[in-house]
C-alpha cells in the first residue's frame, strides 16, 4: 500500500508541482495517472523512490513513510520502468535485466558480472516471461527494437519482486499495438505478484482498458479519482481542456460510484 499524505513539492523556481496530495493506494491496484503535460505526474511518482524529495508531507509504503533512514531499504522495494527504457545499450540483454539488482548485490561484483546462478536463471524466466526468446539474451540491447528494449525494461523491474512499481510513460514511445502488449505484460507481471502499479499515461483509451482505477491531475492537484467507467468522456474534456468542473452534466460531476474511491473534496 503506498499512502501520500499532503504531500507539496514546490521547485526553487515557484512552480507548484504537486499541492497537498493525499492518497491511498492499496496493494496489487493498477492505478493510472492521467493529466496535461506538467500536471505533476512524474514528480508524483519520482516522490515513491526518493528520486524527488518534497517540500512538505510524506509518503509510505506499507505503513513506513519514506526518509533518508528508510530511502534505502524502501528501494529495494520499489522498481521503476522509464520512457526511454533507461538501458545501457552497449551492454547486454541478459546484462540489463541482471542490473535490476543493483540495489542488493554489491557495485563491483555486479560491475564485473558476478551474479549468482540463481539471478541468472531468473533474469532468463523473466525474460521468457516478456517474450524475448534466449537468442536475444547476449545482444547488446541498443540493437533491440524500442518494444523490445521496454520487455528488457519490465524484466529487469521485476528482479526483485518488487511491491511497487512505478511506470512513468512506458509505452510513449511504441506503437499502439506493442503500446497494449507493454501494458499487458506489466499488468500480468504485476497481478501475478500483487505489486501495485502506478503508471502515467497519455492515452486515455489504454488507461481505460488497462486501469483499476484512474487518477486525474491537473496543476499539481488530483481532480479526479475514480474508477475508468466512471471518466466520461465530459470529465476528460473538463481534465485535459480545462472546462470547470461544476459545468458538467450532473451525472458526470457527482461523485464516482466504485466504493474505494472518493473524489477529491473540490469536486464532491
Ligand atoms: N527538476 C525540476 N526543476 C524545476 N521544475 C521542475 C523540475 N521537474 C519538473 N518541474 C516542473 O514541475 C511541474 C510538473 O512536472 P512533471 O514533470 O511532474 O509533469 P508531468 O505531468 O510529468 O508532465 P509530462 O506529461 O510532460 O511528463 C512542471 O511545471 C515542470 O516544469
Ligand atoms: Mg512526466
Not at 503506498?2 to 493525499?22: Q, R, V, Y
Not at 554489491?106 to 551474479?115: E, I, K
Not at 499502439?176 to 505489486?195: C, E, F, M, T, V
Not at 503508471?199 to 491537473?218: K, V
Amino acid at each position: 500500500m503506498i499512502h501520500f499524505s499532503s504531500l507539496c513539492k514546490t521547485w526553487p523556481d515557484g512552480t507548484k508541482a504537486l499541492s497537498d496530495i493525499s492518497l491511498t493506494i492499496p496493494r496489487g491496484q493498477f492505478c493510472v495517472i492521467l493529466g496535461p503535460s506538467g500536471a505533476g505526474k512524474s514528480t508524483l511518482l519520482r516522490s515513491v523512490n526518493g528520486l524527488m524529495r518534497p517540500s512538505s508531507g510524506t509518503v509510505a509504503i506499507d505503513g513506513i513513510p519514506l526518509s533518508p533512514a528508510t530511502e534505502r531499504s524502501l528501494r529495494k522495494r520499489v522498481a521503476m520502468i522509464h520512457q526511454h527504457f533507461n538501458l545501457t545499450g552497449r551492454m547486454s540483454v541478459a546484462a540489463n535485466v541482471l542490473a535490476g539488482m543493483l540495489p542488493v548485490v554489491p557495485t563491483l561484483p555486479a560491475l564485473l558480472g558476478w551474479y549468482s546462478a540463481q539471478h541468472r536463471s531468473k533474469a532468463c524466466a523473466l525474460l521468457d516471461q516478456v517474450g524475448l526468446a534466449p537468442l536475444h539474451l547476449h545482444r547488446r540491447a541498443q540493437e533491440l527494437s524500442g518494444g523490445q528494449q521496454q520487455r528488457v525494461g519490465i524484466a529487469r523491474a521485476f528482479m526483485l519482486d518488487p511491491e511497487v512499481v512505478l511506470a512513468d510513460e512506458p509505452v510513449a514511445s511504441l506503437d499502439p499495438k506493442i503500446a497494449r502488449d507493454i501494458l499487458s505484460l506489466i499488468r500480468n507481471a504485476a497481478g501475478q505478484r500483487r505489486a501495485t502499479v502506478l503508471c502515467s499515461l497519455h492515452q486515455i483509451d489504454l488507461a481505460r482498458e488497462f486501469a483499476d482505477r484512474i487518477i486525474g491531475m491537473r496543476d499539481g492537484k488530483i481532480v479526479f479519482d475514480g474508477t475508468p467507467a466512471a471518466f466520461t468522456d465530459a470529465r476528460i474534456d473538463a481534465l485535459y481542456h480545462g472546462a470547470q468542473w461544476e459545468d458538467l452534466p450532473a451525472a458526470d460531476a457527482s461523485p464516482a460510484k466504485h466504493p474505494a474511491f472518493t473524489l477529491q473534496p473540490a469536486l464532491a
